[in-house]
């Protein structure tokens, strides 16, 4: 059974930073979405099972980097620069598709999520 595993969340004041990790029971291309209250889940980065090739939401290009540890089927999810609007639960999802550099910023293909963790900015 895939597990996926967050943490990493927590309260930050605007302009700060917080790590997001998602540990995965095997190699997955990866994705991050995430969900404030009272809208739609929305994608923010993602990453190929190789970690040649990334993607990003526009909102988060520049302050976000998306990474991965495959030795120890982890990724990461580095938020800088902060602002109150990034405010939501985060969401880690697995793609179990095999190709080394495929990514997608589509949440219906992700087959495997985590339970998600908060992360609220403060301004």
């Known amino acids: 059974q895939v597990q996926l595993v967050e943490s990493g969340g927590g309260l930050v004041q605007a302009g700060g930073s917080l790590r997001l990790s998602c540990a995965a029971s095997r190699r997955y291309a990866m994705g991050w979405f995430r969900q404030a209250p009272g809208k739609e889940r929305e994608f923010v980065a993602a990453?190929?099972?190789?970690?040649?090739?990334?993607l990003y939401a526009e909102s988060v290009k520049g302050r976000f980097t998306i990474s991965r540890d495959n030795a120890n089927n982890t990724v990461y999810l580095q938020m800088n620069s902060l602002k109150p609007e990034d405010t939501a639960v985060y969401y880690c999802?697995?793609?179990?598709?095999?190709?080394?550099?495929?990514?997608?910023?589509?949440?219906?293909?992700?087959?495997?999520w985590g339970q998600g963790t908060q992360v609220t900015v403060s301004s």
């Open positions: 990453i190929s099972r190789s970690g040649r090739k990334t």
């Open positions: 999802a697995a793609d179990s598709a095999t190709i080394a550099d495929y990514t997608s910023s589509r949440s219906g293909v992700y087959e495997y």
